[in-house]
């Protein structure tokens, strides 16, 4: 198998956010996965890494709704690192 730069590569599955990868990480994406909704933001300023939409987390298939009251929320649907409402903390 041999990536778009041409280089051999050992096969491995992408990432599933992304449509395609170059490697050498699962998450070298080519480019992002057409999830329903618009529901990824494109990639990372800082690699060829796929990020779910704010208000969303990955469940290791897809990007998922947050739970209320979360805003934002990271690995699961009720951990918030972000809150809605302005008088609540996320703990």
Known sequence: MFN???DCVDEFSCDPRCDGCTGPYNGDCIECA???DDELDGRSPYSKYCLCSHGTYFNGDNCE???D???NCKGASDYCVECIYDNMTAV
């Open 4 to 6: 778009l730069y041409g």
């Open 34 to 36: 057409d999830f329903t």
């Open 69 to 71: 009251p979360c805003n």
């Open 65 to 67: 709704p947050c739970d």
